[in-house]
């Protein structure tokens, strides 16, 4: 059993910045995959970025590209998430993942256990 537990959400202007942290518990992450996955209001849940826990290799989504940027801290078992330039369309709650394995990849369903989720509002 892994629990995660996210955190840094928050109320922000457009043009603004927020760093998540997924905090993880309960095993070793030794070949473990970190994904960060948002749903809106009304839409389905999508990939946002996604990282390799050992090798660094790292996925994003087109849409936060250049401005969002996943990270980890091996000692600490936790993985952040950089956002930078928010825009209104960001606005959903983000969700922390992990999966059993070292590639990052972009599908929900690939991932085995799950965190609680931040609430993160950008008004424009």
């Known amino acids: 059993q892994v629990q995660l537990v996210e955190s840094g959400g928050g109320l922000v202007q457009a043009g603004d910045s927020l760093r998540l942290s997924c905090a993880a518990s309960g095993r070793t992450f030794s070949s473990y995959t970190m994904g960060w996955f948002r749903q809106a209001p009304g839409k389905e849940r999508e990939f946002v970025a996604a990282i390799s826990w050992n090798g660094g290799t790292t996925n994003y989504a087109d849409s936060v590209k250049g401005r969002f940027t996943i990270s980890r801290d091996n000692a600490k078992n936790t993985v952040y998430l950089q956002m930078n330039s928010l825009k209104p369309e960001d606005t959903a709650v983000y969700y922390c993942?992990?999966?059993?394995?070292?590639?990052?990849?972009?599908?929900?369903?690939?991932?085995?256990?799950w965190g609680q989720g931040t609430q993160v509002t950008v008004s424009s």
């Open positions: 993942a992990v999966r059993g394995g070292s590639t990052p990849h972009i599908e929900s369903w690939k991932y085995d256990y």
